[in-house]
């Protein structure tokens, strides 16, 4: 997914998804400030996004032994939670937390 970005003269922000035209932010235009933030909370729903594919899916699309390695039963199984859960916020940082504590992953 793109991102397209104005600045308007008076120094404010809009950061819009180039994908669907939808700001990525509440307000018409934001400061630099509000903008760095906007993009590091997108960063953050990202990794949290990463790490519960990887942990679902793996080793799915990695190459094993020279070959693609995809199993029907796990392919794209971290990517349908996600997709099911993200207007459950607390329910996908619930899973996150869960496999880095399984996985004795500190952060």
Known sequence: MGLEIKRNKKG???LKSSVDDNLIHD??????DEAKAALIE???????????EIDMEF????????KRHID??????????VLNNWNKPDVVLEKFKEICEKLKVEL
Request: proline share 3%; net charge positive; charged share 30%.
């Open 12 to 14: 404010l922000f809009q």
């Open 42 to 52: 997108r960063a953050y729903w990202d990794f949290i996004r990463s790490v519960i």
């Open 27 to 32: 307000e018409k235009w934001i400061t630099e």
């Open 59 to 66: 080793p799915n699309e990695y190459h094993v032994n020279g």
């Open 72 to 81: 029907e039963k796990t392919f794209l199984s971290g990517k349908k939670f």
